[in-house]
């Protein structure tokens, strides 16, 4: 009877990281180009221990296919613990940066960024990241504030409603500064679709701070998150200040979404797919859920990522349009139960 | 125990509570009466802190607005009538959540105290048997019980019903308020309960609020609230002798 | 019986705002909303990652061109013989305007093997693509041209022509406007609708697909036949076909002392964007071949998106990048150099790195011997 703690068990944290390392280790043995194990082997503890690296074989383990895992995993973790926050604060199965166009409102900033030249010396990549993630921020609050207008509830009809016309929205201001850019235009036109095939090792460590900071941030709301689940105006009666955890985690929803954006561009549905299926196992409950979507999230996308690798080698498939793929047909059959169910 | 003066809300320019003033000690039951329209559940979403108004509600002497959120919810507890969880949470984690304003820091964990307030309202309210059951599968009578066991277990001073048998069936309606009446025989505690069927608000009401079109019309002990002339008033038809009529339809047989 | 039908009337119309307006039967909303997002997925692919835009906008950036860019500065320099042969071919016919064939009824088949009467030479010409307008000025007949495609730089002095949309933003009302008695467009960005809008008002359409070197001959021949330029066309075909032999052979001697055919890899996007490359069916794929080398990722049919491991594996001897340069930053030779996990390429190894205009080397004029002659200097004579 005695049930203390209803958080993830070290059981649990040990199943799902040993499902996580065992994809991790598959993606980076599996690749475009067959390298045999032992020269894996030891460019990977070779990079690990930063010693000097065979050209070669061993080269592309260690410069070219251990960091786009690394960060592709990061991303896959990022983008689904933020879905599992956007579903449980908004008590609603559908939200995510894809649906609700906060990513396509962090591409905007981005494409802002690189049309007026706006970044920092030196650290070119921080005006991109920074723009990202503020027009993420401003379009979660925009279509948050648009939509309680329109409905207190939050109804699904009207959040996925305003999501697709946000949508919109953003991609027609995107072509409105493309058509400004003038020269820039070609950079932009590519930029938005984004790409994780040239990660390194800076970007994987950008990613882990920022999954570390604000990751963190959003698994410590994991209870008031299950009350926001439960319904915002329960959640203000049983004493959660509301205001504030919402604000906690937009913010958090936002940088994480427009580091991922700035980094790997828009990737799809993977928010929405991994912690709606991580639910079916875990149940509703976000101190569960919410690690669980960690790991699930980035065993998910390096999948996605191995099978756009390999499926047509020596060609490559965008990682989005595997995701996509997946995601709009789990999107139809979530909407569709959802349905059922009331 | 709660103060309410010059309460004033306005939505979008139009007045919908204008000017209430009561007060409430231990162990009153207030019932909230008046026809569709009348601010009734507006006035408690104000004492909740749900909406912006003007006026004060003080609670034990304090400001209700200037309270932190958790103090808030160990104070006053509010039962809604409708409920949209969007997750198959269990019965149990939602009754848990009663408890949050308990819990302090991140890392807490549910201790002796919680686990036994829990289990209690889960007892109480008779929802032994469903407890590791979803809450999705629950009828809309079970699923008022489990927000009346999370209060419970929340275990406010005050308790704020907001029409929470509205579309229950009778059992269900009577097992609440048998529950409730229970519940404010202790001291400390008091409810508000905004009701539209006035036989139930004579039968468990010690006191009575009667609004119309966002005013006070009459405000006082039940018996001197639900009289005949002030229901004509209200409801502009005779109330009295429509409800022994209906009554005595039941005596004749 | 009248009021049996009104109320039915209105009941019905109450069902419908019912189900438009009720949340707990939405259907037609969830339909409209379902519809929209999935049209958000498929329209606005480009953003959700789509490889098919991603792929549309190569192709037409290297079919088109793309855009404002430097246009030929990069190749004037390196280009030599070659550069200067199709200045040559434009000065020769300037001067023999007798050479002109009779007023007689011109027929001609274009490349979709449509068949075309002109009652005289054209006069009046919109061409939408930047390569048959660069034909159009080396056959000395610029000044037929009235209107242009927007991404038509070059020469110069093309830009006192005025420009017309091209492509998917094609405007036929536009050309309609500047009164051609023909219109020259390639089949891979324009569409069967605009030529038969063009056809209907009266205005003649010459269909061009140039896929390969053998075919920009023949766009040149039926263009010269189009303005009554045969003669200056063939003249310029035998200039470009001369060019060619000439480098080819040099470029086959010299690389006859490797021990095995050197590879080169053709970097049409940068790494930024997901790197992708030219494979076979491709105009770079054909100057692989007159260099006397081969196409690192001939297997690959057309554009296509490639990983780095890749190119890494298939270690090339030469790397030739038409990554544009904006002035800030690394240049593209420099960003390749600098990549990690590429220094054991033997390319990166000898420095072999090479940026070349993209407009000489993707579209299919005249222009492509100064691409294919920047690329010959650079690996055989300057090292």
Redesign the interface.
């Given at each position: 009877m005695k049930e203390k703690s209803e958080g993830f068990k070290p059981f649990y944290y040990l199943l799902f990281t040993a499902i996580t390392l065992a994809v991790m280790v598959l993606s980076i043995c599996a690749?475009?180009?067959n390298i045999p194990l032992k020269d894996t082997l030891t460019a990977v503890v070779n990079a690990i221990l930063n010693l000097p690296i065979e050209?070669?074989?061993q080269?592309?383990i260690?410069?070219?296919?251990l960091?786009r895992v690394l960060c592709v995993a990061l991303v896959g973790a990022a983008l689904s613990l933020c879905g599992g926050a956007m579903q449980g604060l908004l008590r609603n199965p559908l939200a995510d940066g894809?649906?609700l166009g906060v990513?396509?409102g962090a591409?905007l900033g981005a494409v802002i960024a690189i049309a007026f030249?706006l970044y920092i010396p030196r650290l070119?990549a921080l005006g991109t990241m920074g723009m990202a993630m503020l027009f993420a921020f401003l379009s979660l609050v925009i279509i948050l504030s648009i939509t309680y207008r329109l409905d207190y509830s939050l109804?699904t009809?009207t959040i996925?409603?305003i999501g697709?016309i946000f949508?919109?929205f953003a991609?027609s201001i995107?072509s409105l500064v493309v058509a400004f850019a003038?020269?820039?235009?070609?950079?932009i036109?590519?930029?938005?679709?984004?790409?994780l095939?040239?990660s390194?090792y800076s970007n994987a460590l950008t990613l882990l701070i920022a999954l570390l900071v604000f990751g963190a941030a959003i698994l410590c709301c994991s209870r008031e998150l299950n009350a926001f689940a439960i319904g915002e105006d329960n959640a203000r009666h049983i004493g959660v200040n509301v205001k504030r955890i919402k604000m906690i985690v937009l913010i958090s929803v936002s940088a994480l979404i427009g580091v991922c954006v700035s980094i790997g561009?828009?990737?799809?549905f993977v928010g929405l797919v991994i912690p709606h299926m991580t639910r079916m196992v875990t149940g509703p409950n976000h101190k569960r859920l919410l690690p669980a979507s960690i790991f699930t999230g980035a065993a998910f996308l390096m999948l996605a990522d191995l099978i756009g690798?390999v499926l047509l080698?020596?060609?490559?498939?965008?990682?989005?349009?595997v995701t996509?793929f997946i995601g709009?047909i789990a999107?139809?059959y979530i909407?569709y139960s959802s349905?059922k169910a009331r | 125990m709660l103060e309410v003066e010059n309460l004033t809300v306005n939505i979008n320019s139009i007045t919908i509570v204008d000017d209430v003033s009561f007060s409430l000690e231990q162990r009153q039951w207030l019932m909230i009466v008046g026809p569709n329209g009348a601010g009734k559940s507006t006035i408690v979403n104000a004492i909740s802190q749900g909406i912006p108004y003007s006026g004060s509600v003080s609670y034990c002497g304090s400001d209700v607005a200037r309270l932190k959120p958790s103090r808030l919810a160990k104070s006053i507890g509010v039962l809604t009538q409708k409920h949209h969880v969007g997750y198959s949470f269990t019965v149990e984690e939602v009754v848990k959540l009663g408890r949050y304003a308990y819990s302090s820091g991140i890392f807490s964990t549910t201790d002796d105290e919680d686990i036994e307030k829990i289990n209690k309202a889960i007892e109480i309210t008779g929802l032994e048997p469903f407890r590791k059951q979803s809450v999705l599968t629950l009828s809309g009578g079970e699923l008022q019980r489990t927000f009346l066991a999370q209060i419970f277990a929340q275990d406010p001073k005050l308790l704020i019903l907001d029409e929470p048998t509205n579309h229950l069936d009778l059992v269900y309606q009577k097992q609440m308020f048998e529950l409730i009446r229970e519940w404010v025989k202790n001291t400390n505690r008091a409810v508000i309960s905004v009701v539209h069927d006035l036989s139930l608000a004579k039968a468990y009401g010690t006191d009575a609020l009667l609004l119309n079109k966002g005013k006070v019309i009459s405000f006082g002990s039940i018996s001197e609230v639900l009289t005949e002339e002030h229901l004509r008033l209200v409801y502009s038809m005779d109330v009295y002798s429509w409800m022994q009529d209906m009554f005595s339809q039941w005596m004749n047989k | 019986m009248n009021h049996l039908k009104k109320t039915n009337h209105q009941a019905s119309r109450e069902s419908f705002r019912d189900s438009i307006l009720s949340?707990k039967r939405?259907s037609a909303?969830?339909a409209l909303?379902?519809m929209?997002?999935?049209l958000?997925?498929i329209v606005?692919g480009?953003?959700?990652?789509?490889?098919e835009?991603?792929q549309q906008?190569i192709v037409e950036?290297l079919d088109e061109a793309?855009?404002?860019?430097e246009a030929g500065t990069q190749g004037q320099a390196g280009g030599g013989k070659a550069a200067g042969m199709a200045d040559r071919a434009a000065d020769n016919n300037d001067s023999s305007e007798a050479v002109r064939e009779p007023a007689t009824t011109i027929e001609l088949t274009d490349m979709m093997g449509r068949e075309i009467k002109l009652d005289a030479p054209a006069e009046r010409i919109v061409v939408l693509a930047a390569s048959d307008c660069e034909i159009l000025y080396a056959i000395g007949a610029g000044e037929t041209l009235v209107g242009r495609g927007e991404y038509c730089d070059y020469p110069e002095e093309i830009f006192n022509v005025p420009s017309v949309q091209s492509g998917s933003e094609t405007n036929i009302e536009q050309i309609i406007a500047l009164q051609p008695q023909v219109v020259v467009m390639s089949i891979m960005s324009q569409t069967k609708e605009q030529v038969a809008a063009l056809e209907s008002a009266g205005i003649k359409v010459v269909a061009m697909n140039a896929q390969d070197i053998e075919s920009v001959y023949t766009a040149i021949e039926l263009l010269g036949k189009v303005v009554g330029r045969s003669a200056e066309a063939s003249i310029l075909i035998n200039d470009m076909k001369t060019a060619f032999t000439d480098i080819s052979t040099k470029a086959v001697n010299a690389s006859a002392s490797a021990s095995e055919t050197e590879t080169i890899y053709f970097e049409v996007?940068p790494?930024?964007?997901?790197?992708w490359t030219a494979g076979s069916d491709t105009f770079m794929n054909e100057l692989a071949a007159m260099l006397g080398m081969k196409n690192a990722?001939e297997?690959?049919q057309g554009w296509?998106?490639?990983?780095?491991?890749?190119v890494?594996?298939r270690?090339p001897d030469h790397i030739v990048t038409i990554a544009?340069y904006?002035g800030?930053?690394k240049t593209p030779v420099e960003e390749i150099m600098g990549r990690?996990?590429?220094?054991?390429i033997k390319a990166i190894k000898n420095k072999m790195v090479l940026n070349v205009d993209s407009n000489e080397i993707s579209r299919p004029g005249p222009r492509l011997t100064k691409a294919l002659s920047a690329i010959y200097e650079f690996i055989y004579e300057e090292n």
């Open positions: 690749g475009s180009v050209e070669g074989a080269s592309i260690a410069f070219v296919r960091p894809s649906t990513s396509s591409s030249g070119e109804s009809n996925i409603l697709v949508n919109m991609n995107i003038g020269e820039r235009i070609k950079s036109m590519f930029w938005t679709m984004g790409s095939s040239g390194s561009g828009t990737i799809g690798r080698k020596p060609l490559e498939l965008p990682i989005g349009v996509s709009s999107f139809i909407f349905r | - | 949340p939405p909303i969830l909303v379902l929209l997002f999935m958000t997925v606005g480009c953003t959700q990652s789509g490889d835009a991603r906008i950036s793309a855009g404002q860019a996007s790494l930024e964007y997901g790197i990722f297997d690959i296509g998106e490639i990983s780095q491991e890749q890494i594996e270690d544009m904006f800030e930053g990690e996990g590429w220094q054991g």
